[in-house]
C-alpha cells in the first residue's frame, strides 16, 4: 500500500511565498499572466540552482576517476527518439471532465472514489424543475454545492434562481470523476508528451524536431566518440545537466512537475556480468552501487535521511529491458514523491541506436577478445525537484530571543533556511551599522570586495541590522559581517553565525581567512 505520510513542518505554500518573497522562484512570464508550467529563478534561486548543479557535477564527474562529462544540443535529429522509443511510447493517459471546467486530468492520477448522483432542481417557481444536464457527482452534498457554485451555476445559466441539489437514491458507486466539477470523465486517451518545433524556414513536417524530453539521449548518441577519444575502458560513466520539456498534462505542485525543466543524468556503461572477470563488478553490482550511491548525496548536501527511501518498482511493472528500478523518493510537503530514478537500462539504449544508425557501437573487450555492447545504469535526477527537496529540508522557524532588536532582546519568529554552506546562494553578507557613515560604508564595500575575490558575498545596507539579519537568514547566509562604529577603533568586525546567531568578534584583516576557512569546514 502506498506511504501516505504527510510533513507537519512545512506547507508548499509557506516554500512558494518564501520563493516569491526573497527572489528564489517566480511564476514563469507572470506579468503577462503566467504561462502554466514554467517557473523563473529569481537572483537568490539562481545562485541555489547553480550550486546544486555544481554540487552534482563535483560528485558525479570531478570527484571521480571512471566519469567524463558530455553537453549535448536541446534539438537532436529527429531519428533519435524514434530509435529511443519516445515517438512511440513517450506517452501519458489523457481525460477530460465532461463537466463545465472541461479540465484534464492524467488519467492515471485519478483516483476511484465513492460519489453520489445529485440532481439540479430549480426550485424558484410554483412547479419545482429538474434541470437537463445538471448532473453533478460529488463524494458529499457539500462537495456538490461547491461544484455547482463553481462551475454549473454560469454554466446552466442558473444565477438569480433559487437551487436545491437533490440526491438519486441508490446512485452511489465507486468510480472516476472529475475531482474539481464532479463531472463524469472521458475515457483514457494517449498522449504524447514531446514538445516539437520546426528548424530552417521551410514548415513542413520534414522540418520538425524535438526539444528533448530528457538528457540521457545526448549522451547515448555521442557514446563512442567520448569513449573513444577520452580512451575509456569499461566500466566508465558520462555525465550531462540541462533543460528538458515535456508536455505534462498536468503540470503541478510548483516547481515539482514542470513543462520545461533540468534533469542531471549519468549513463554508467558497464560489463554484463558474463564479461566480468574475478574481482569486476557486475552490472547488478553496480546499480546497487549507484542506488546508495544517489542517496547518499543527498544526505551529504543536508537532507535529513528519514526523509528519503527507496521505491523498488516491482518485476512486473519494469519495462521489458530494465533489469532494475528504484526511484529516490523524499517526503515533499505533497508527500512521498520521485526526485530521482535509478535505472538499469540493459543494452536497450545503445541496441536501438546501433540499429538505426548503422554505425557499429559494441566495446571491443580486449580480455575475452569480444565485441559486445555494455550494460548502461542511469542516475537520473531533476535538478528543480532536487532545489524543491533541498528548500522545504533547509526550512525551520524558530522562536528566538533577538538581542540584536532592542535591549535585553524580545521574543520573535525566525524563519531559517539552514541550507549546506555549499549550496547557500549567498555566502557572506557585509551590513554597515550606519549607512550615513561614509567611513563604516568604505570599511564594509572594502570587506565585501575582498570576499568578492573568492566567493559570492554582497554588501546590503538598505535596512536596520534586525531586518537585514532575517533576510539572509530567510535565504540561508550562513555568516553576516557587521561594521559598527567602534570596527573603527579596534579594525574588528562582529561575525554572527545563521544557526547558532552566535557572534564572534574577529579582526577586518583576518576575516576573509577566516570566512574561506568556515566555509570550507
Ligand atoms: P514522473 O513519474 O514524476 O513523471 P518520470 O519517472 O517520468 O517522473 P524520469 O523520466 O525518470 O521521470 O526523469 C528523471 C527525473 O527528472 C525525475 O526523477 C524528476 O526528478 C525529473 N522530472 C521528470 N519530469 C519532470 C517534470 N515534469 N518536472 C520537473 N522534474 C521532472
Redesign the pocket.
Known amino acids: 500500500m502506498a506511504d501516505k505520510s504527510q510533513r507537519s513542518d512545512v506547507t508548499l505554500d509557506t516554500i512558494v511565498s518564501l520563493c516569491k518573497r526573497r527572489g528564489i522562484i517566480f511564476p514563469g512570464s507572470e506579468i503577462y499572466g503566467g504561462l502554466q508550467g514554467t517557473f523563473d529563478y529569481g537572483p537568490v534561486g539562481a545562485e541555489l540552482k547553480r550550486n546544486v548543479k555544481d554540487a552534482w557535477w563535483r560528485a558525479m564527474v570531478q570527484e571521480r576517476f571512471d566519469i567524463e562529462g558530455v553537453d549535448s544540443c536541446l534539438l537532436l535529429h529527429p531519428s533519435v527518439w524514434e530509435a529511443s522509443g519516445h515517438v512511440e511510447n513517450f506517452t501519458d493517459p489523457l481525460c477530460d471532465s465532461l463537466g463545465p471546467s472541461r479540465k484534464r486530468y492524467r488519467d492515471d492520477h485519478i483516483e476511484d472514489t465513492e460519489c453520489t448522483l445529485y440532481r439540479t432542481v430549480d426550485v424558484t417557481d410554483e412547479e419545482p424543475k429538474a434541470i437537463e444536464g445538471g448532473e453533478i457527482w460529488a463524494p458529499t452534498k457539500k462537495k456538490a454545492k461547491e461544484f455547482y457554485q463553481t462551475w454549473w451555476e454560469k454554466h446552466l445559466g442558473l444565477e438569480g434562481r433559487r437551487v436545491k441539489l437533490e440526491e438519486v437514491e441508490g446512485s452511489t458507486t465507486v468510480g472516476r470523476f472529475s475531482p474539481d466539477d464532479g463531472g463524469k470523465l472521458t475515457a483514457a486517451r494517449m498522449f504524447n508528451l514531446m514538445l516539437s518545433t520546426t528548424v530552417g524556414p521551410v514548415e513542413d513536417s520534414s522540418a520538425r524536431v524535438y526539444l528533448r524530453p ?1 538528457t540521457a539521449q545526448g549522451i547515448f548518441i555521442n557514446y563512442e566518440s567520448a569513449r573513444a577519444t577520452a580512451r575509456r575502458k569499461l566500466p566508465f560513466g558520462l555525465a550531462q545537466q540541462g533543460k ?1 520539456f ?1 508536455n ?1 498534462i498536468t ?1 503541478r505542485n510548483f ?5 520545461e ?1 533540468e ?1 542531471m ?1 549519468m549513463e554508467f556503461f558497464c560489463k554484463p556480468a558474463e564479461y566480468c572477470q574475478d574481482g569486476e563488478q557486475t552490472d547488478m553490482e553496480w546499480f546497487d552501487f549507484w542506488r546508495n550511491e544517489r542517496l547518499e548525496w543527498y544526505v551529504r548536501y543536508g537532507i535529513r535521511r528519514e526523509n528519503l527511501k527507496f521505491y523498488d518498482h516491482p518485476k512486473e511493472k519494469l519495462s521489458h529491458y530494465s533489469r532494475g528500478t528504484t ?1 529516490i523518493e523524499y517526503l515533499y510537503p505533497i508527500g512521498w ?5 535509478v535505472a538499469h537500462r540493459g543494452v536497450f539504449d545503445l541496441t536501438q541506436h546501433m540499429e538505426h544508425s548503422g554505425r557499429d557501437l559494441r566495446y571491443f573487450d580486449p580480455q575475452v577478445e569480444k565485441h559486445y555492447l555494455p550494460c548502461v545504469i542511469e542516475p ?3 535538478t ?2 532536487a532545489v524543491l527537496a533541498f528548500l522545504c529540508d533547509a526550512y525551520r522557524e524558530e522562536v528566538v530571543r533577538r538581542a540584536d532588536e532592542g535591549k535585553g532582546g524580545k521574543e520573535s519568529k525566525r524563519v531559517v533556511l539552514g541550507l549546506h554552506k555549499d549550496l547557500a546562494p549567498i555566502k557572506a553578507a557585509v551590513l554597515p551599522l550606519l549607512q550615513n557613515r561614509p567611513d563604516l560604508v568604505e570599511m564594509a564595500r572594502k570587506i565585501a570586495t575582498d570576499l568578492k575575490r573568492f566567493t559570492n558575498a554582497v554588501y546590503d545596507d538598505t535596512g536596520a541590522i534586525g531586518k537585514l539579519y532575517r533576510r539572509q537568514d530567510e535565504i540561508g547566509t550562513p555568516y553576516c559581517i557587521t561594521v559598527d562604529v567602534d570596527s573603527l577603533e579596534d579594525h574588528a568586525v562582529t561575525v554572527r553565525d545563521r544557526d547558532t546567531m552566535e557572534q564572534e568578534r574577529i579582526p577586518a584583516d583576518k576575516i576573509a581567512g577566516w570566512i574561506r576557512n568556515n566555509l570550507a569546514g
Open positions: 530528457e528538458s515535456r505534462e503540470p516547481i515539482f512537475r514542470t513543462r525543466f534533469q543524468e526511484d514523491q520521485e526526485l530521482e530514478g537520473a535526477a531533476g528543480d525537484r
